[in-house]
């Protein structure tokens, strides 16, 4: 073996795969408790000992037959990759099926080494693996997950070559052979009584598992506010004291333009975001809590039905539940959608899926709008509308645009395990420090050039309106239906760029045009209804998406005219359903 040498790292998904590159190679990549954590490959690199060797982690395979976009991705790159070896993470929950790959990656001409996951929960499953006879049996070394190290790995590859040998026909593949090979090496004390069996039959109920299922989305969205309602108000203090030493400041006497950029613009456009950070971190939480808990997988086997019935394929679920996070990562997730039409029909409703930059804004309206005993019951009837609608849309769109069948829905079952604190905190600061890195860039920069468009001309008379104003009075006309004035139309606007761009757009406008040391949430409370405030909501919740998302849309689809639509399409859905929901407030 070469003392510089490149690795695949193969295996059927949620092997462990992901788990063992970050082990090996400290990196950071996403790690979850369900099939389809990784879409694209991921590379790192391990050091020691004079040896450079380049680890790539490859989306999950079940075969190198490939029926998935992603699957496609590890089986191109299996053969274009100019690999030394392989490391085949094979599930030792599932050893079965898992060990059908193994044989398959032992016909390609390159030496294989098989690393056991998860032995214990096999273990607690009362399955015991004989590790000593798996070479005899399939023809290549058998490693054990728990307790290895970069150094004894090292040792296997530039030491253990001799051992790499392979006896392959028709005696010894298939899985006839490996039900045999199984029966020789695994041994199951039957009398264990696993609770996990006990658990499913209650969270997979047939008609108990729908219910439980939105109590426990319930349940985070009064996690997100309860614990985050502290931490936000002391940063939101913070930030007013700040803004009150800016405004008091002797130095910033002598430059009011220079004073009003820090105040209105920075401090309020960045403050304004910033304030919500903790909210985000404890939803990032949640979710992440239920991702390694096994209970995504779960979510998505009780919504299938329901899901087939609107058009939708069940893994589609799955991705729903990662827009959650991100639409950006949800909509790369639907690689693993097997079928086109059910792939587009996913990415098209997708961005109403309410992400956290939306939680941005859902949660300064909620606070200042709502009492909170109402909170997390208004929070949670926005995602329940938009689940629906969801639905709604993914129907018409089988029905009349993407005809056709949907496959069936076939997905593993992952154990559970009590999540570690610290992995879930630590995939929770990761995504929060992401968003601060936005706020300190993206969030900044369009800060300080709202506060330009909305303060030129600096030398206007006093009263005189800003130029930008001829046009947003031209823009309300659009929005006065839904209830919106100018001020929340233009913010809408740019919000584009992204989500949480409005809250800090809105912001920067009210403090501008009041240029009082009035908070932006006694301001919004007198110029603005509880309705209105909902119907916001309700609009940024299923309108167009962010810049990101729509590049990512068109990059997935390949289709300019499928980008063009899903943005018409929303918009006016999202103006319709405000509509409605604003005329019947009014009625109320």
């Known amino acids: 073996m070469k003392r510089d040498c490149r690795v695949a790292l193969v295996g059927n998904p949620n092997a462990g795969k992901s788990y063992l590159f970050n082990k090996l190679t400290g990196s950071c990549s ?78 390609l001409d390159l030496p294989v080494i098989a690393i056991l996951s998860k032995i214990d929960l096999s273990k607690k499953r009362g399955v015991v693996i004989d590790i000593d006879k798996l070479p005899d049996y399939i023809g290549c070394r058998f490693l054990c997950s728990e307790g290895l190290s970069k150094k004894s790995l090292l040792n296997e590859i530039y030491n253990g070559e001799d051992s790499f040998k392979k006896n392959i026909n028709a005696d010894t593949s298939g899985y006839e052979y490996i039900e045999k090979v199984c029966e020789e090496v695994v041994s199951k004390d039957e009398s264990k009584d696993l609770w996990t069996d006990r658990f499913d039959s209650l969270l997979t109920h047939r008609w108990l598992g729908i219910p439980i299922f939105f ?84 979510a998505a086997f009780i919504m299938d039905r329901l899901m087939h019935k609107m058009g939708l394929h069940g893994k589609s679920f799955i991705s729903l539940l990662l827009g959650l996070g991100c639409t950006v990562p949800a909509i790369m997730s639907t690689r693993t959608i097997e079928n086109r ?9 997708l961005p109403m899926i309410s992400c956290s930059a939306r939680m941005i804004v859902y949660t300064m309206l909620v606070a200042i709008f709502f009492s909170p005993a109402q909170r997390a019951l208004v929070l949670w009837s926005l995602y329940f509308i938009s689940f629906v609608i969801t639905l709604l849309v993914s129907r018409f769109l089988r029905k009349r645009i993407f005809q056709g069948e949907s496959d069936s829905f076939v997905m593993e079952m992952p154990s559970y395990i009590m999540p570690v604190w610290r992995s879930v905190s630590s995939a929770a600061l990761d995504k929060s420090w992401c968003y601060v890195r936005k706020v300190g860039t993206v969030i900044l920069g369009f800060s300080i050039l709202f506060w330009v468009i909305f303060n030129f001309p600096f030398d206007r008379a006093e009263g005189e309106p800003p130029a930008i104003r001829h046009f947003t009075k031209k823009l309300e006309v659009v929005v006065r239906p839904l209830g919106f004035d100018d001020k929340i139309a233009t913010a809408l606007l740019s919000s584009i760029a992204g989500k949480e761009v409005f809250v800090s757009q809105l912001g920067i406008m009210h403090s501008v045009e009041n240029n009082s040391d009035s908070q932006l949430a006694d301001i919004l409370q007198e110029n603005y209804s509880s309705l209105t405030a909902y119907c916001i909501m309700i609009f940024i919740m299923l309108s167009t998406p962010c810049a990101s998302t729509i590049a990512v849309a068109y990059r997935e689809s390949g289709s300019l005219l499928f980008t063009v639509s899903q943005l018409v399409g929303l918009t006016a859905i999202a103006y319709f359903v405000t509509w409605i929901i604003y005329n019947i407030g009014l009625l109320l």
């Open 215 to 298: 109590f426990i989305m319930f349940l985070l969205f009064k996690f997100t506010f309860v614990l985050g309602s502290w931490p936000s108000w002391v940063l939101q203090i913070g930030f007013d004291n700040i803004s009150q030493a800016v405004g008091t400041s002797i130095f910033m006497s002598r430059y009011p333009l220079f004073s009003s950029l820090l105040r209105d613009g920075i401090i309020t456009g960045v403050g304004g975001v910033l304030v919500f950070v903790p909210n985000i971190f404890f939803l990032f939480m949640g979710i992440s809590f239920l991702e390694e808990s096994g209970y995504i997988s779960r």
């Open 341 to 349: 039409k059910d792939r587009l029909t996913t990415i098209f409703i």
């Open 30 to 107: 996403r790690v979850a408790n369900y099939p389809g954590a990784t879409v694209e490959r991921s590379e790192g690199f391990m050091l020691s000992q004079g040896h450079n060797i380049t680890i790539v982690d490859l989306p999950g395979i079940y075969s190198l037959n490939p029926l998935s976009r992603d699957e496609n991705i590890t089986v191109k790159n299996m053969s274009e990759g100019g690999y030394d070896l392989i490391l085949n993470v094979v599930d030792s929950t599932n050893l079965e099926r898992n060990l059908f790959l193994t044989q398959q990656l032992l016909e």
